[in-house]
């Protein structure tokens, strides 16, 4: 059964913004801590942010200052916001959410910047 379903991936350019949408198929708070990771080709799968039932966020170096994350309970949604986005920004974009015992993943969701 899947629990988490990305969306927002696409192609966009050098500089360019998306917002990646992570939905999940229960309630929200089920999950304390959600977040996202991304792959890139050839690459191990790295750590992008995470948000926590108190909203308090941790941002990877190598985006700090170009992406957030934030939540809307009301929509079970996590978001992710990409802006000022580079090449190397070109992987599978995947959520997660950790509940206890468990983490669940998203099936991911690519993004490429490409002109």
């Known amino acids: 059964q899947v629990q988490l379903v990305e969306s927002g991936g696409g192609l966009v350019q050098p500089g360019g913004s998306l917002r990646l949408s992570c939905v999940t198929a229960?309630?929200?708070?089920?999950?304390?801590?959600m977040g996202w990771y991304r792959q890139a080709p050839g690459k191990q799968r790295e750590f992008v942010a995470r948000?926590?039932?108190?909203?308090?966020?941790d941002i990877a170096d190598s985006v700090k200052g170009r992406f957030t994350i934030s939540r809307d309970d009301a929509k079970n949604t996590v978001y992710l916001q990409m802006n000022n986005l580079y090449s190397w920004d070109t992987a599978v974009y995947y959520c997660?959410?950790?509940?206890?015992?468990?983490?669940?993943w998203g099936q991911g969701t690519q993004v490429t910047v490409s002109s």
């Open positions: 948000i926590t039932l108190d909203d308090e966020t």
């Open positions: 229960s309630y929200i708070r089920d999950w304390y801590r």
């Open positions: 997660y959410g950790d509940r206890v015992g468990a983490r669940d």
